[in-house]
C-alpha cells in the first residue's frame, strides 16, 4: 500500500527551527519528484518546495520560504526533508509531504501529485 508519512511538527518560537521527515513506502521513491505543501486555517493548499527525481535532484522553493527552508531527499531510505530555519509565525500551517510521478512543469500544483501525506502540524509563535 502506498503511504507517505510525514513527521517533525511542533511549535518553536520566531526565529527557531524545525526539520520536517517524510517517509515513503510502498513507492518507488526515486521514480517520483517530491514537494511539500502547507495550509493555514481558513486558507488553501500553498505549495512551498520541491524536489525533482532528476540526478541533479533540482530543487524549487516559493518566494516565502526561499533562504529559509531547504527541501533534500535521501533516496536510500525513501525520504524527503524540509529543514526550516528562521520561523515566523505566519508558517503556522499543517505542513503536507507530496510525492508526484510526472510534474512537467507544475511542480507547483497540487494536481500534479499523485501521493500526499496525513500533515504534520507547526505552530510559531511570536
Known amino acids: 500500500q502506498e503511504q507517505l508519512a510525514d513527521s517533525g511538527g511542533g511549535s518553536v518560537k520566531a526565529g527557531g527551527s524545525l526539520r520536517l521527515s517524510c517517509a515513503a513506502s510502498g513507492i518507488a521513491f526515486d521514480v517520483y519528484s517530491m514537494g511539500w505543501f502547507r495550509q493555514a486555517p481558513g486558507k488553501g493548499r500553498e505549495w512551498i518546495a520541491s524536489?525533482?527525481?532528476?540526478?541533479?535532484?533540482?530543487?524549487y522553493y516559493s518566494d516565502s520560504v526561499k533562504g529559509r527552508f531547504t527541501i533534500s531527499r535521501d533516496n536510500a531510505k525513501q525520504s524527503l526533508y524540509l529543514q526550516m530555519n528562521s520561523l515566523k509565525p505566519d508558517d503556522t500551517a499543517t505542513y503536507y509531504c507530496a510525492a508526484g510521478l510526472w510534474l512537467a512543469d507544475r511542480w507547483d500544483k497540487p494536481g500534479q501529485y499523485n501521493y500526499w501525506g496525513r500533515g504534520t502540524q507547526v505552530t510559531v509563535s511570536s
Open positions: 524536489v525533482l527525481k532528476d540526478k541533479e535532484r533540482t530543487t
